[in-house]
C-alpha cells in the first residue's frame, strides 16, 4: 500500500454550523436576565475565539417574547429579549448562533392544561421531574414535541439570524413511555402492548426498540423540515451521544446532521482522559465526511452526581479539550447560568481554544493518517435504548490504552458500514472481542486478510452463536476451529512462550505470563502455529496444590497465513483483562504483535518517555504529527492536578520523498529543530511537550530548502 492509499478522508468545512469549530455554550438559569453581563460574554467569546456560539432560546423557559400558548417565559424576562440580545452581540463579532431549545419538562399550567403532553408510569400516573418536583416531565411520543416544539422552533427561526436549532435531553427521560400517545402509537405499529420492563425474553420489548428508534428518527425529519421550510440553511440537530446514530435509523436521519455535537461532557470516575479522544476518533470512523465537535463541560461529570456550577481543575480541562481536538473533536465548552462565582475555568478553557486556533490551518490542509485501525463494534445495550449517550467494553478499552502506551498512532473504523476499500487504507486491523460481526464486515475483513492486511484479534471475535454449538465465522482466517463452548470465570491461567518467536520478544527471565479470565479451546488448522500455549489449568486454593501439572499446552496465541496477509488471534480476554488490571506484560504483549505485524512499515514512530497520545495527518506537501501529553498520575481515573512536562521526544518519519527537504517547524514552541535525512526518511527532537506540541514537516525540493 502507498502512503496516499492509507489517508483517512475527512471533510473539508465550509460555512455555517459545519465552519463554526470553536463552540462557546451558554444554559440560561431563569434568574439570568435579572443581571446578564453581555459584554462579559461578548468578551469570553473573544477571549475564546469561539466562531460558534449555542444559546438558551426556548422549550422549558423562553428567553424572548415567545407567541407560542404554554411557552412559559422567565419571570426575570420582563421586556427585555434577551436571546436577541445575545444573537445580535454574536453576528456583530462574527459568531455563528444555534439556538438551544430543551423540551424534556413544563410547568405546572402547561401540565395542567394539557395532561396528555407528560411522561407516564406503567400505571398511567404523571410523573414529576426527578431534581424539581415543581415541573413535569413530558413525553416524546406526544403532541408536545412534534406540535409545540415544532412550532417553537419555527418561530426561533423566523425571527432571530440563527443557523441551527440544538435539542437538548430530547429523547424522554430513559424510562419505558406509558403516555396515552405512545401506548396508542405502539399498539398500532405493532399489534402489541408496551413491555412493563426492558427484558430481552418478552417478544414485545425488541419491538419496543424498532419503534422508539423509527419515532425519534421520524421527530428528527418532522423538525428538520419545519424549520427548513421558514429558513432553507437552517437545521435542527438534536444533541448526540458517543454513540452517534447507533439508537436511530442512521441510514434515514444522517444526512440531517450537517456536524455532530456529541454531550459527553466530561469523564465519568474510572475513564481515561483519552476517551475524549476517542470521540472523534469514533466519530470519523462511522462519518468521516461530517465535523463533530465535543461538548465539554467546565465542571465535573459524574454519572450519579451533578454539581453543575462547580469548576473542574484547569489541566482537566485542557487536557479533555485538547485530546479531543488531536482526534478530531473540536472544541466545545458548555456554562450553565450566565452569573460566574467561580472564574477558574475561564483561563484554561481560553488557553485550549487558542491552541486549537493556533493548529487548525495545518489541520484544515492535512488528512488525519495511520497504519492501524480498531474495529469499532460497540454496540448500544438494548436494555438501555437510551445508552447511545455512553458504551462501555472492557476489550476496547484495554487494546485502545495498549496502544496509546506503544505511541502506535490509529484510527477508527465503524463495524456496521465497513467496506474491504476502508480497510485497505491500513496494515494492521485491531479487533477488540467482535462477537456476532455482521456478514458484511466479516466478508470485508476475510477479503482484506486475502489481499495482504494483517488483523489481530481476540476471545469471541467472529464467534456466532448457534442453538446448540458456537463457531468462528472467520476460523479459516484465524487458522482455528473451536472445540467447545468459551470456559468463563477461568482462575490461576498463564501462558508461556516459543523464545524463538518475535511475539514473545523482551520477557526475559520469565518462562511464562498471565493469561486470561476467560479461554476459548480450539484446534489448529494446517499452516496455523501457536507461538503461545496455555500452561494446563490447575488450583489457585489451597495453597499447596497451587503448582503446574503434566497435560496437553492448547494454542493461546495463534498467527496465520491466509492468502497474501496474516491473522493473529489470542484465544483469551486479552483486552478485557488489559484493562482491568493493566498489567505490563499484557501491554507489551499487545506492542509485540502489532508491531510484528506491520513490519517495520510504520510510517511515523515518537519515542521518549511517558505517557503520549500521537496524531498524524498528511496531505500531498506537508506532514504533522501531533504529541499530546498524558503524562499524569490522574490519567486513567480522577481529576487531572498536574501533567508532567515530557522531556525530549524522538520523531522519525518514513516518506518515499526521497527528493524532498523536511523543513520543520514547532507550532507551540516556534522553534525550527535541526533534521537529519537518510534513505528510509527523517528524523528530528522535539525538546519538551508540556500538553501539546505539534510539528509541521513542510516537503520542499531539495533546492527549496529553507524558503518556507
Not at 462557546?24 to 469570553?44: H, K, N, Y
Not at 439556538?99 to 406503567?122: F, G, M, N, Q, S
Not at 446514530?245 to 456536524?259: I, K, Q, S, T
Request: charged share 25%.
Amino acid at each position: 500500500m502507498h502512503e496516499t492509499e492509507r489517508i483517512v478522508r475527512v471533510p473539508t468545512m465550509t460555512s455555517g454550523i459545519a465552519a463554526a469549530n470553536r463552540w462557546t455554550q451558554l444554559t440560561f438559569t431563569e434568574d439570568d436576565p435579572a443581571s446578564f453581563d453581555l459584554d462579559r460574554w461578548v468578551d469570553i467569546m473573544l477571549r475564546t475565539k469561539s466562531n460558534g456560539a449555542c444559546i438558551s432560546a426556548g422549550g422549558y423557559i423562553a428567553y424572548y417574547p415567545t407567541a407560542i400558548p404554554f411557552h412559559y417565559r422567565s419571570r426575570h424576562l420582563g421586556d427585555r429579549d434577551l436571546f436577541g440580545e445575545f444573537v445580535e452581540a454574536a453576528n456583530s463579532v462574527g459568531v455563528t448562533v444555534m439556538a438551544r431549545v430543551d423540551p424534556h419538562a413544563v410547568h405546572e399550567d402547561a401540565a395542567t392544561a394539557h395532561p396528555e403532553w407528560l411522561h407516564r408510569d406503567a400505571g398511567g400516573n404523571a410523573v414529576r421531574h426527578w431534581s424539581f418536583p415543581d415541573a413535569w416531565l413530558t413525553c416524546p411520543f406526544t403532541a408536545y414535541y412534534d406540535e409545540v416544539i415544532t412550532e417553537i422552533a419555527r418561530e426561533i427561526v423566523g425571527n432571530y439570524d440563527v443557523d441551527a436549532v440544538f435539542a437538548n435531553r430530547w429523547e424522554g427521560p430513559g424510562e419505558l413511555p406509558f403516555s396515552d400517545a405512545a401506548r396508542r402509537s405502539f399498539r398500532n405499529e405493532s399489534g402489541l402492548e408496551l413491555p412493563l420492563r426492558p427484558d430481552q425474553a418478552d417478544p414485545a420489548w425488541p419491538e419496543y426498540l424498532q419503534w422508539r428508534r423509527r419515532r425519534l428518527t421520524e421527530l428528527i425529519m418532522v423538525w428538520n423540515r419545519a424549520v427548513r421550510d421558514v429558513r432553507p440553511s437552517t437545521s435542527f440537530i438534536p444533541n448526540r451521544g458517543a454513540m452517534l446514530l447507533r439508537d436511530l435509523d442512521a441510514e434515514v436521519v444522517g444526512p440531517y446532521y450537517p456536524a455532530f455535537f456529541i454531550d459527553k461532557q466530561g469523564r465519568h470516575p474510572g475513564e481515561a482522559i483519552w476517551v475524549a479522544g476517542r470521540v472523534g476518533r469514533r466519530s470519523r470512523g462511522s462519518f468521516p465526511d461530517r465535523p463533530v465537535s465535543l461538548i465539554t463541560s467546565v465542571g465535573p461529570e459524574h454519572h450519579l452526581h451533578r454539581w453543575k456550577d462547580s469548576v473542574n481543575s484547569a489541566d482537566e480541562l485542557k487536557t479533555w479539550i485538547v485530546e479531543g481536538f488531536v482526534n478530531g473533536a473540536t472544541p466545545w465548552f458548555t456554562k450553565f447560568s450566565a452569573s460566574i462565582h467561580d472564574d477558574r475555568w475561564i483561563d484554561p478553557i481560553a488557553a485550549a481554544f487558542n491552541l486549537h486556533a493556533t493548529v487548525e490551518p495545518v489541520f484544515e490542509q492535512t488528512r488525519p493518517v495511520a497504519d492501524v485501525a480498531m474495529l469499532d463494534s460497540v454496540a448500544v445495550d438494548d436494555r438501555t435504548p437510551s445508552g447511545a449517550y455512553s458504551a462501555e467494553s472492557p476489550a476496547e478499552n484495554g487494546f485502545y490504552q495498549a496502544l496509546l502506551d506503544a505511541r502506535i498512532p490509529f484510527e477508527y473504523i465503524d463495524a456496521n458500514h465497513v467496506r474491504t476499500a476502508d480497510l485497505q487504507d491500513f496494515l494492521v486491523i485491531v479487533i477488540p472481542s467482535a462477537a456476532n460481526l455482521p456478514p458484511t464486515a466479516l466478508e470485508a475483513i476475510r477479503e482484506y486478510v486475502r489481499e495482504g492486511g494483517s488483523i489481530l484479534a481476540d476471545q469471541r471475535t467472529s464467534l456466532i452463536d448457534g442453538d446448540e454449538t458456537s463457531s468462528f465465522a472467520l476460523g479459516d482466517v484465524f487458522g482455528v476451529d473451536l472445540r467447545g463452548e468459551p470456559v468463563t470465570r477461568v482462575r490461576n491461567n498463564y501462558i508461556e512462550f516459543d523464545r524463538d518467536h518475535p511475539i514473545a520478544a523482551g520477557f526475559a527471565g520469565a518462562t511464562r505470563i498471565i493469561g486470561g479470565t476467560e479461554t476459548l479451546p480450539i484446534a489448529l488448522r494446517p499452516g496455523a502455529s501457536a507461538p503461545l500455549r496455555f500452561v494446563p489449568p490447575y488450583p489457585d486454593l489451597p495453597m499447596e496444590e497451587v503448582y503446574p501439572r503434566p497435560g496437553e499446552r492448547d494454542p493461546a496465541v495463534v498467527t496465520n497465513r491466509y492468502g497474501s496477509g496474516t491473522a493473529v488471534y489470542c484465544a483469551f480476554n486479552l483486552g478485557e483483562v488489559l484493562w482491568e488490571n493493566l498489567l505490563a506484560d499484557h501491554k507489551r504483549l499487545v506492542n509485540n504483535m502489532v508491531t510484528w505485524l506491520l513490519a517495520g512499515s510504520s510510517r511515523c514512530s515518537v519515542h521518549g518517555e511517558g505517557l503520549a497520545d500521537i496524531a498524524c495527518r498528511e496531505s500531498t506537501s506537508m506532514s504533522v504529527i501531533s504529541i499530546v501529553n498524558l503524562n499524569s498520575p490522574f490519567a486513567l481515573r480522577g481529576e487531572l492536578e498536574s501533567v508532567a512536562p515530557l522531556g525530549p521526544q524522538v520523531v522519525e518519519i518514513r516518506t518515499s520523498r526521497q527528493n524532498s527537504e523536511a523543513i520543520v517547524t514547532l507550532l507551540i514552541s516556534g522553534e525550527h529543530p535541526d533534521v537529519d535525512h537518510d534513505d528510509d526518511g527523517i528524523r528530528f527532537v522535539i525538546p519538551r511537550v508540556d500538553l501539546l506540541e505539534t510539528a509541521r514537516i513542510d516537503w520542499a525540493p531539495r533546492d527549496q530548502r529553507g524558503r518556507h
